[in-house]
């Protein structure tokens, strides 16, 4: 019984098109965020959701917009899909702040 | 701006040896540390952790050492085994209403037979 999933595992799509990734957890946490990790493996923050409410948002293009429809999921829509945005995308849920923060198994996303 | 540094991409140690990973950080105001152990196609997985006002903290083969003065931390693994092979991350918390885990760009432990 996976903790964090996350659908679809991977996924390759054209230039332009719009995606989605969806993200639920069966922890009971509170706090449920966005990574991406690039060609340099370097994993870094997207969102982070509290409770429904958008508590981080860093820097990243308008076309990403995540939507948490309760405390369980958060799922990640992607418009406009550009070269760039060719990464290994990553869902996590934690207690909040400085907690423990526990990870899907990530969804790698492909655009041609 | 890299916060979380981790110099060394790649380690290779015998098993049953100690291996050490090192890490590095800038901002003053972290004050939780972790590391995620991460193999190929899944997502990281948390390990063990220390708070700044802690230097050590075990928990079982693995040991985290905590220098804040030289804003330095190392997880020591002993004995390794050939299951521990995988990319390890450092990542460091800075307590507050926004706060991120910001990651390391990871170093990759292979432990040779």
């Known amino acids: 019984d996976t903790a964090v999933s996350q659908t679809p595992k991977y996924l390759v799509t054209q230039m332009g098109n719009d995606k989605s990734i969806k993200c639920e957890q069966n922890?009971?946490?509170?706090?449920m965020y966005w990574y991406k990790q690039d060609s340099k493996k370097f994993l870094k923050i997207m969102f982070s959701?509290?409770?429904?409410?958008?508590?981080i948002n860093e820097t990243v293009p308008n076309r990403f917009s995540p939507k948490s429809p309760d405390k369980a999921h958060l799922n990640l829509h992607i418009n406009s899909l550009e070269l760039g945005d060719s990464a290994v995308y990553f869902c996590?849920?934690?207690?909040?702040?400085?907690?423990?923060?526990?990870f899907g198994a990530g969804t790698r996303l492909s655009v041609l | 701006d890299q916060q979380v540094k981790q110099n060394s991409p790649s380690l290779s140690v015998q098993e049953g040896r100690i291996s050490i990973l090192n890490c590095d950080y800038t901002?003053?105001?972290?004050?939780?540390f972790l590391w995620y152990k991460k193999y190929p196609a899944e997502g990281p997985t948390f390990l063990i952790s220390?708070?700044?006002?802690?230097d050590k903290n075990e928990d079982g083969r693995f040991t985290v050492f905590l220098n804040k003065s030289a804003k330095h931390l190392s997880l020591h693994i002993v004995p390794s085994q050939p299951g521990d092979s995988a990319v390890y991350f450092c990542?460091?918390?800075?307590?507050?209403?926004?706060?991120?885990?910001?990651f390391g760009t990871g170093t990759r432990l292979q432990v040779t037979l």
């Open positions: 220390i708070s700044s006002i802690k």
């Open positions: 990542a460091a918390w800075a307590t507050g209403t926004a706060s991120k885990l910001t």
């Open positions: 996590a849920a934690g207690m909040g702040t400085g907690a423990i923060q526990y």
């Open positions: 959701y509290n409770n429904k409410e958008l508590i």
């Open positions: 922890l009971g946490h509170d706090t």
């Open positions: 901002n003053s105001m972290f004050d939780y």
